[in-house]
């Protein structure tokens, strides 16, 4: 009897243990973020991009200045003839003069210095005391090089957005080639210095050689970016002496009304005789994150739609502008847009097709080998994209490089191998760092 006392306890107890076990693992499930996954996988990847445009003759052309300023004086007239090259309006580039000039400045400054390096005035000091020197100096250029970068990475930002001028994008970037330059120079001479050191029967006078070198290095560098910097002045300044790119006569000239006029804006229409050198051009104007994917001579397809039908004709890229107009879009919201023109080819029948609305599509990206994921798997942080992975049941955060990404379609530069699989919808709610995750049943 106390047997069969014993032996119920036990199913009892053994009945209460699994039904325990169910309930903490039906109560972990529900806990979990049930989850659909992707592979990665190698295939080809084409994306395109449709703008609305405009055919036309090409037998006129509109100038519009690559400089904002003040105008300081119209040297064409109405009706008049110009011959290509001729200067048709000017503007003030005293602000473009001082940059010059104080970047000049600071290019005799570190001439200067490079003189007094390689005349051995600098003061000399113990080989280890040239160690903790260059230590320094690795110190300080890697913080300049990380803080020419940050402001470099937001300048390109705001070019891209149309809202900061090439001159200034163009500084920020010479003066991070410069800080890295610097960086890279001075941590070769520093690991150098140190292991010649180790290596044992080196002197001051070599240690101190190797200290010189990092410090002309260094202003090397800088001076080298400082005549990149003038060099880009003086074309600015060029540019604002605007010049006829085409012979033809004055049949507009709106900058004759200005006093001041922005980069982008129209400024004169220079047209030339009727019949002569004519050719059918398409233009559009397509946002600024498009535009860095097109380049010269790249095919593009135009369709014109009449009576129902489509009509498709081809042409090649023949002009982009390098500065972004802003404008309004369908929304009501701000947008910056860059200008492009096409050149038809020849041989296609479009006589009396001047001034038809057309659409024009681009090709923005093609390979045939690439490792995809769907956009929906790939998520923005800051600056770098980043994936979820499952391990031990749990959603994990990894860093990916990104070649392109369409609206369907991310072409994986590094950081994922084919056939890994990705949590595939990172919207996915409740979906963070480290949560349970099931995967769904297909």
């Known amino acids: 009897m106390r047997n069969k006392k014993k032996l119920l306890i036990f199913i009892i107890l053994a009945v209460i243990a699994v039904i325990a076990v169910g309930a903490f693992i039906s109560k972990k499930n529900s806990e979990s973020l049930h989850i659909d996954v992707a592979k990665a996988e190698v295939k080809t990847v084409t994306d395109t991009y449709t703008e609305n445009g405009t055919l036309g003759a090409g037998n006129s052309t509109v100038i519009i200045p690559e400089v904002s300023g003040k105008i300081l004086s119209v040297d064409v007239e109405m009706n008049r003839k110009v011959n290509a090259g001729d200067i048709l309006f000017r503007i003030d580039s005293s602000d473009l003069d001082y940059q010059k000039r104080l970047n000049e400045s600071e290019l005799a400054a ?23 020197d260059l230590k320094e100096q690795l110190d300080a250029a890697k913080s300049a090089m990380n803080f020419a970068k940050q402001n470099y990475d937001a300048a390109q930002k705001l070019y891209s957005a149309g809202t900061l001028s090439e001159l200034e994008m163009e500084s920020k970037k010479a003066a991070y080639d410069a800080a890295n330059s610097s960086y890279e120079r001075i941590n070769i001479n520093y690991e150098s210095a140190l292991k010649r050191l180790n290596d044992s029967g080196i002197n001051g006078n070599s240690i101190d050689k190797e200290f010189f070198r990092g410090e002309e290095g260094q202003l090397q560098a800088q001076i080298d970016a400082k005549h990149s910097t003038i060099s880009h002045i003086d074309t600015q300044i060029d540019k604002c002496k605007v010049k006829a790119s085409q012979s033809g006569i004055v049949t507009s000239l709106p900058v004759k009304e200005m006093s001041v006029i922005q980069a982008g804006q129209s400024a004169v229409t220079l047209t030339k005789a009727s019949g002569v050198d004519d050719f059918i051009e398409a233009e559009t104007d397509v946002l600024t994150a498009i535009a860095p994917y097109l380049k010269i001579g790249d095919d593009v397809e135009v369709t014109l739609t009449l009576r129902g039908s489509d009509e498709k004709y081809t042409g090649r890229i023949s002009e982009i502008y390098d500065y972004a107009t802003q404008g309004t879009s369908a929304l009501g919201l701000n947008e910056y847009r860059v200008h492009v023109k096409v050149a038809m080819d020849a041989d296609q029948n479009l006589s009396g097709k001047d001034g038809y609305g057309v659409n024009i599509k681009f090709n923005v990206f093609h390979s045939d080998k690439s490792l995809v994921i769907p956009s929906s798997a790939v998520f923005k942080d800051e600056d770098d994209y980043f994936v979820y992975l499952i391990k031990d049941g749990k959603a994990s955060k990894k860093k990916v490089k990104v070649e392109y990404r369409s609206s369907s379609d991310t072409v994986i530069k590094s950081g994922l191998k084919k056939d890994e699989e990705v949590i595939k919808n990172v919207d996915t709610e409740g979906l963070h760092e480290g949560v349970h995750v099931i995967r769904n049943k297909k």
């Open 110 to 132: 570190y001439e200067s210095q490079m003189s007094k390096i390689r005349a051995g005035q600098i003061m000399s000091a113990a080989p280890g005391a040239y160690i903790e």
